[in-house]
Nanobody
């Protein structure tokens, strides 16, 4: 079992930055792919960034060049640095642990989820 706890969300003005953290318990964290997802009201949950066990990462087109995902396996923690935030980035952000070792953006390939942290960007 893996338990995930996100933190770092909040209210920020457009153009500002936030850094989300995802702290995990359990031994699985460092072995599997990880992802950051977001869900805005009335919209489907979407992957914004994912990172493999070895650090390979991929990003949604909407956040490329603005968001950076990283992980510290020794600390069982994943991060999402979000810069140049836009109003459309407002959503609940979730971290998740994938079923496999590689990087994936497919929601169905993630087994463990955090409770989410709200990010609100004012324009």
């Amino acid at each position: 079992q893996v338990q995930l706890v996100e933190s770092g969300g909040g209210l920020v003005q457009a153009g500002g930055s936030l850094r989300l953290s995802c702290a995990a318990s359990g031994r699985l964290f460092s072995w599997y792919g990880l992802g950051w997802f977001r869900q805005a009201p009335g919209k489907e949950r979407e992957c914004v960034a994912a990172i493999s066990r070895t650090g390979s990462s991929i990003y949604a087109d909407a956040v490329k060049g603005r968001f950076t995902v990283s992980r510290d396996n020794a600390k069982n923690t994943m991060y999402l640095q979000m810069n140049s935030l836009k109003a459309e980035d407002s959503a609940v952000y979730y971290c998740a642990v994938a079923r496999g070792l590689v990087v994936t953006t497919t929601l169905g390939e993630y087994d463990y989820w955090g409770q989410g942290t709200q990010v609100t960007v004012s324009s």
